[in-house]
């Protein structure tokens, strides 16, 4: 869900800049910055902003520089002399220093005047125009980072099916070790062992440790990863919750692995899933 968009207004006495910037979250987190005399107009961006952007971090600015010769904020001659007559007489300054003193007048409370701007309604639908400017800017850069996602997330998919095929041709080398040193293990003990207790104690153990269904719904998992991320909803919640599945089996096949071959491919399964998870985020 990162993304940034920009508009620029330039209107009679000022230019108005328009900026939207994005990143990842769960939620939709907006944070909106706007002149005081736009904060009227402020609910209304909001709804805006939820209704197209739906997630993610989400920063919305409007700047306004003025470029007309007038400017609203007037100096208050009257005060300013006062401000200067008192502070000649409390520091006892030469009539010379009147600049010094002018400095530090100009900066006590009241010295300037702004007059207040009111709304016009004309004037915010144009910019109201370009704020949907912005966020088409927006909604493009995502869409544009969609399609790099997706192709992204259908290699790590395709290698993660590459090493769960990797765990299954391993499996019987697997279960012929675990045997092996099992029956290593007893032989060094040198005592006599019932062969038919010993099957039925390997059987058991053996049971403790398969992983054919975790094999199953890694698959299955694999598949309907791939169905929503084709289809047309908006998903990444969805996929979020698809990923922690496929890591629940993928954590289990390793806990179960006993064998260092295919822990090594579990490892790489890991990896491939850790990707996904960083950049899942950033699907709405």
């Given at each position: 869900m990162t993304g940034y968009g920009k508009a620029v207004l330039q209107l009679p006495t000022?230019?108005?800049?328009?900026?939207?910037?994005?990143?990842?979250?769960?939620n939709l987190d907006l944070n909106v910055r706007i002149p005081s005399y736009?904060?009227?107009?402020?609910?209304?961006?909001?709804?805006?902003?939820?209704s197209s952007l739906v997630r993610g971090k989400v920063d919305f600015s409007i700047y306004v520089e003025m470029t007309a010769d007038e400017t609203s904020t007037t100096v208050n001659k009257t005060v300013v002399k006062q401000y200067i007559e008192q502070l000649r007489n409390t520091i006892l300054l030469a009539s010379n220093d009147d600049v010094e003193l002018l400095k530090m007048a100009i900066r006590m409370p009241d010295?300037?005047?702004?007059?207040?701007?009111?709304?016009?309604?004309?004037?915010w639908d144009l910019i109201n125009e370009n704020i949907d400017i912005a966020i088409k800017e927006?909604?493009?850069?995502?869409?544009?980072?969609?399609?790099?996602l997706e192709i992204d997330?259908?290699?790590?998919?395709?290698?993660?099916?590459?090493?769960?095929?990797?765990?299954k041709a391993l499996d019987n080398d697997r279960v012929e070790n675990v045997k092996t040193r099992l029956k290593k293990a007893i032989d060094d003990l040198k005592v006599d062992t019932d062969e038919n207790r010993f099957?039925?104690?390997?059987?058991?153990?053996?049971?403790?440790?398969?992983?054919?269904?975790?094999?199953?719904?890694?698959?299955?998992?694999?598949?309907?990863?791939?169905?929503?991320?084709?289809?047309?909803d908006s998903n990444g919640k969805k996929l979020g919750f698809i990923v922690q599945e496929m890591g629940r089996e993928i954590n289990t096949t390793g806990s179960k692995a006993n064998y260092a071959p295919m822990q090594k491919a579990v490892?790489?399964?890991?990896?491939?899933?850790?990707?996904?998870?960083?950049?899942?985020?950033?699907?709405?």
């Open positions: 000022k230019k108005v800049t328009i900026e939207i910037k994005s990143l990842n979250s769960k736009y904060k009227e107009k402020e609910l209304a961006v909001r709804k805006k902003l939820a010295a300037l005047s702004t007059e207040r701007e009111e709304l016009d309604e004309n004037e927006i909604v493009q850069y995502r869409v544009d980072e969609a399609a790099s997330f259908k290699e790590r998919i395709t290698n993660i099916n590459t090493y769960l095929e990797e765990v099957e039925q104690e390997l059987i058991y153990y053996l049971e403790k440790l398969d992983i054919n269904e975790e094999k199953v719904r890694l698959a299955n998992h694999l598949d309907y990863f791939l169905q929503t991320l084709a289809s047309e490892i790489q399964m890991k990896n491939e899933l850790e990707q996904i998870k960083e950049q899942i985020l950033n699907v709405l």
